[in-house]
């Protein structure tokens, strides 16, 4: 059972939000050590300690909901040496909340939903990204603001406040972790100037941990009411990502962590710190609303089977993802911050919507601009949307970046980016050629045109509109960072001690779509896993940072680790590994896996299942850097609907459970016709290569690159 002391810290209603909200202009740092004074204790761990503890008191300390009680309970005794060792005040740690989107596509598509967000901002907004890089994402943003800046003045209200938080690796960080850049800096990686956003204050941080600790959270918090947790960094990388939107109280919980990362006086202060949200009833969506959810779920009843990819194209509706999301905003009222006239509390029904009359013009209005590009690929019908009025001709060249990862960006990235039609479920989605997957650079050989499927295209589904729903449990497992080397720590933060605890608890599955794959205590995990019995499926990249994981203490490439788990697993003679499936990646136009080296369809997405019933995800990936070293953002989700829901949902919008199926018998994977694809092949680098790898590692300290 969890401690008197932890259960106290649960229950108390000392928040960091709370305390800010008496003295705004206070640094956060000095309230934390008002509110929280006990300190975390230096406790060696092996990553393979036993994790201890029993759920008995869960359902008094986890309010509102009973989430997972065995993994949470877990949780909470990592509150026992450090009460903030969630990063998030103890009482937010375990929440609840309503999830009506999730987005799973190109990173420009994501970041057109965090536009659509920011542009409505009334008051304040907080972005976080490890990487913020002059692109076509960038662009988006940047023009988003310009917007947003345009509607403050003209409606002649205050200046929306906005903190922007990243990681650039700076010498400076040595002596202090988060350093304010100087507004003259913007321009050079792709932010508005001062004069270009007069009715934004905007102040932007440069935050790391040196030596390792990178900032590797990614989220959007806009007017305290609704967030975004996604996989993707703000940069331009042929990967497929996934964000999702959340509402209700659990954003209170991503709204203290940020407080809480910040850490600094804010110049100005956020203006909502006095001002608690309420939060609507899911139950007083619209009757619109209500209907097209419906008709969503009897498009995906009709077709149960979400591998069959033929005959979609027939059944669409055919209109753009955009116009599609369009619809969804003004049909769907708890999709945005509405104006504080329309907030309401819990069980109010009459004024929902109010403040939103506007929205489908204003969507309209982030649409416009449209121009054809011939051949772009087999489907004809191309269009490029000007989001926000994006001036891709002021959009700053990649030479004018020097801090640019080369590494994971993409070789030929187009300087004026076009856009591909691509047909998805009830609609279509933009993806911008040069981004994913560019289908004139192929010569053809395994992609689905070439072998005549075509129609699995048809089946790629960026936007996943879910069901209404209730409220489901939701909890905050997060990481702090850790500057120096070494690998220890494992059980005192809660994004290592739930990932740990899920797959230990798991009875009959785990699911995991993680780009990387080395580190020490989910490799062990995995195996033990298998050995009770546990089916264990692992989606992951085929040379991802090959040459950055292959350094010493790294923990090694993906088909390294691969190839040892099945070589112990074979060894033992028990049959072990047949209930371990591992399949490399595979994009939705492609019938092989390609080496990511070649930086043309990669998979970002950061994701575990647990016997269908409970999902993690947000930013942490399972290698060595994640568990052991970056600061990272994620959510446990209790909802089987849910977690269905993306299980389906990832597996449309890629071809890897039919085509990245490694062999049980050594981790290789084999075509039909005898054809081998590796990357750097199952045994160790040559030292050679580890020494080429400490150039990612590097890159690593600095908070760039594509992980």
């Known amino acids: 059972m969890v401690s008197r002391h932890v259960f106290e810290l649960c229950t108390s209603p000392k928040t960091l939000i709370a305390a800010l909200a008496e003295d705004p202009d206070q640094p956060v740092s000095k309230l934390v050590k008002r509110l929280f004074k006990s300190r975390c204790t230096r406790i060696m761990q092996r990553p393979n300690d036993p994790l201890h503890g029993s759920p008995d008191q869960f359902d008094v300390v986890a309010k509102p909901f009973v989430i997972s009680k065995q993994i949470y309970n877990d949780v909470l005794h990592t509150l026992d040496t450090n009460p903030l060792a969630g990063l998030v005040s103890p009482p937010l740690l375990g929440s609840s909340g309503v999830i009506p989107l999730s987005v799973i596509s190109v990173i420009p598509d994501i970041m057109r939903h965090y536009a659509n967000l920011i542009v409505r901002a009334e008051a304040e907004i907080i972005l976080a990204t490890n990487y913020w890089e002059a692109s076509l994402s960038s662009s988006i943003i940047a023009d988003s603001l310009r917007e947003l800046s345009k509607r403050v003045r003209a409606r002649g209200g205050e200046k929306v406040v906005m903190k922007l938080m990243y990681d650039r690796g700076n010498l400076r960080q040595a002596v202090k972790n988060r350093i304010i850049v100087d507004p003259v800096y913007w321009s050079r990686i792709g932010l508005p100037s001062e004069d270009e956003i007069p009715g934004i204050s905007l102040e932007v941080v440069n935050y790391h941990h040196p030596l390792l600790g990178t900032f590797h959270a990614k989220y959007l918090v806009v007017d305290r009411r609704v967030a975004c947790l996604n996989s993707n960094n703000v940069q331009d990388r042929p990967n497929i990502e996934m964000m999702v939107h959340l509402e209700g109280p659990i954003v209170e919980s991503i709204y203290d962590m940020a407080l809480l990362t910040w850490s600094s006086a804010m110049n100005p202060p ?36 979400a591998h069959s990819l033929t005959q979609r194209c027939d059944r669409m509706n055919h209109v753009t993802a955009d116009e599609e999301r369009g ?107 040069g981004l994913l997957p560019d289908m004139r650079a192929f010569d053809g050989q395994g992609t689905a045109q070439e072998c005549g499927e075509e129609d699995m295209l048809s089946d790629f589904r960026p ?53 990387t794959f080395n580190a020490s205590p989910i490799v062990a995990g995995t195996l033990d896993a298998c050995r009770r019995g546990v089916q264990v499926t692992l989606y992951l990249d085929l040379g991802f940072n090959d040459l950055g994981e292959a350094i010493p203490f790294q923990g090694g490439t993906n088909e390294e680790v691969v190839h040892k788990m099945y ?35 990669n998979c970002h997405v950061k994701f575990m299942a647990v016997d269908d019933e409970i999902a993690i995800l947000g930013n942490g990936n399972q290698d060595t850097q994640s568990w052991f070293h970056s600061q990272e953002a994620n959510i446990m989700v209790d909802s089987p609907e849910l977690v269905s829901a993306w299980q389906r949902a990832l597996d449309a919008n890629q071809n890897t459970r039919l085509y990245g199926r490694v062999s049980d018998s050594d981790g290789v994977w084999r075509g039909e016709d005898g054809e081998v694809i590796q990357a750097s092949g199952v045994t160790a680098s040559s030292f050679v290569k580890r020494l080429k790898g400490l150039g990612n590692l590097i890159g690593r300290v600095r908070g760039t690159g594509g992980f």
Not at 274 to 290: C, L, V
Not at 498 to 506: F, N, P, T
Not at 582 to 597: C, G, I, M
């Open 567 to 601: 070589n112990t697993l074979n060894s033992e003679e028990n049959g072990a590994e047949k209930h371990l499936e591992v399949f490399w990646y595979t994009a939705k136009d492609q019938t092989k896996p390609l080496n990511a080296a070649l930086k043309k369809r």
């Open 270 to 305: 956020l203006p909502l710190l006095t001002k608690p949200p309420t939060y609507i009833d899911p139950e007083a969506m619209s009757e619109a609303t209500r209907s097209y959810f419906q008709g969503q779920r009897a498009g995906n009843e009709a077709q149960p089977n």
């Open 327 to 433: 619809d969804l905003i003004s049909e769907h009222s708890s999709m945005q911050a509405p104006s504080p006239s329309s907030r309401v509390n819990l069980g109010d029904r009459g004024e929902i919507g109010s403040g939103l009359e506007n929205q489908r013009s204003e969507m309209e209005e982030m649409h416009l601009n449209t121009a054809v590009l011939p051949n772009a690929c087999a489907n004809p019908r191309v269009t490029t949307p000007n989001v926000v009025g994006t001036n891709t001709a002021s959009r700053p060249s990649e030479s004018d970046n020097p801090g640019r990862d080369e590494d994971h960006a993409q070789a030929n990235l187009l300087e004026k980016p076009d856009t591909c039609s691509i047909g998805v479920g009830s609609g279509s989605t933009s993806i911008e050629a």
């Open 463 to 515: 936007y996943i509109l879910h069901e209404p729903h209730n409220p489901v449990p939701i909890a905050m497992v997060n990481r702090s960072p850790t500057g120096r080397p070494g690998h220890y720590h494992v059980l005192q933060h809660p994004q290592d001690v739930a990932w740990l605890s899920a797959v230990r608890y798991a009875q009959k599955s785990v699911f995991i779509q993680t780009p």
